[in-house]
């Protein structure tokens, strides 16, 4: 039987007249185990150096299918390894980034003032 059937089996009512006794038992069915799918899906779009973001997605589905089959144990450490993959990916997205705006920044002028000067500023 699912956790999510239950069976109700009506028995009347009480046979002796003394005091109802009922337990309560409280089914935790939402488990909170976040998969990172959409920071996964923006470094797979926008920063994936070394192919990190498209692994940490790869991840994320991983741990979504676990949440959904109720495995928890498995969603975390699915998930757990997507937030590593996607931080790697961030970080060394905005490092590549940062890099090539410096390259730009110090090679392009020395560049252009070398074909100019080799042109004779014709260019």
């Given at each position: 039987?699912?956790?999510?059937?239950?069976?109700?089996?009506?028995?009347?009512?009480?046979?002796?007249?003394?005091?109802?006794?009922?337990?309560v038992v409280?089914?935790?069915?939402?488990?909170?185990?976040?998969?990172?799918?959409?920071?996964?899906?923006?470094?797979?779009?926008?920063?994936?150096?070394?192919?990190?973001?498209?692994?940490?997605?790869?991840?994320s589905?991983?741990?979504?299918?676990?949440?959904?089959?109720?495995?928890?144990?498995?969603?975390?450490?699915?998930?757990?390894?997507?937030?590593?993959?996607?931080?790697w990916?961030?970080?060394?997205?905005?490092?590549?980034?940062?890099?090539?705006?410096?390259?730009?920044v110090?090679?392009?002028?020395?560049?252009?003032?070398?074909?100019?000067?080799?042109?004779?500023?014709?260019?």
């Amino acid at each position: 039987m699912f956790k999510e059937e239950h069976e109700v089996i009506n028995m009347g009512a009480p046979r002796h007249p003394g005091t109802v006794m009922s337990t309560v038992v409280n089914v935790q069915t939402d488990t909170v185990v976040p998969d990172h799918i959409v920071w996964s899906l923006f470094n797979t779009l926008f920063f994936n150096p070394c192919c990190l973001g498209f692994v940490a997605f790869a991840f994320s589905v991983k741990s979504r299918d676990r949440k959904m089959v109720g495995d928890v144990m498995g969603a975390q450490s699915y998930a757990s390894t997507a937030k590593c993959l996607n931080i790697w990916a961030v970080i060394l997205g905005l490092l590549m980034t940062v890099g090539l705006i410096v390259l730009l920044v110090i090679l392009l002028p020395g560049a252009i003032g070398s074909v100019q000067k080799n042109y004779g500023g014709r260019f």
